[in-house]
């Protein structure tokens, strides 16, 4: 069975940093594009990161640019997002999802498989 598990999230103060891990359980996922996204009370899940199946190119909303950094172990079947700088509007919870296509989307709607996802709260 295809499975995404995510962790990592927590609280943690404006300007900290994060590492949301994605570990992957019946599918390799070198095989798969996987993004990153978010989704905060009262608003739209959004795209945030992604990383393409063959060539791991990466892709960034530009909210997030220059401050998180999407990466993959494929030894360890697991994507990593590591977030730094971050800003309260950063809150939400985070979710990874993985999709067969090699283009790294940042649409929602274009991936097959998703995680539970993980809350990230940053505050004071």
């Known amino acids: 069975q295809l499975q995404l598990v995510e962790s990592g999230g927590g609280l943690v103060q404006p300007g900290g940093s994060l590492r949301l891990s994605c570990t992957a359980s019946?599918?390799?996922?070198?095989?798969?594009?996987i993004g990153w996204f978010r989704q905060a009370p009262g608003k739209e899940r959004e795209g945030v990161s992604s990383?393409?199946?063959?060539?791991?190119?990466?892709n960034y909303a530009d909210s997030v640019k220059g401050r998180f950094t999407i990466s993959r172990d494929n030894t360890m079947n697991t994507v990593y997002l590591q977030m730094t700088s971050l800003k309260p509007e950063d809150t939400a919870v985070y979710y990874c999802?993985?999709?067969?296509?090699?283009?790294?989307?940042?649409?929602?709607?274009?991936?097959?498989?998703w995680g539970q996802g993980t809350q990230v709260t940053v505050s004071l």
């Open positions: 999802a993985a999709r067969m296509g090699n283009v790294g989307t940042l649409i929602p709607n274009l991936y097959n498989y």
């Open positions: 019946g599918f390799t996922l070198d095989s798969y594009t």
């Open positions: 990383i393409r199946r063959n060539n791991g190119i990466t």
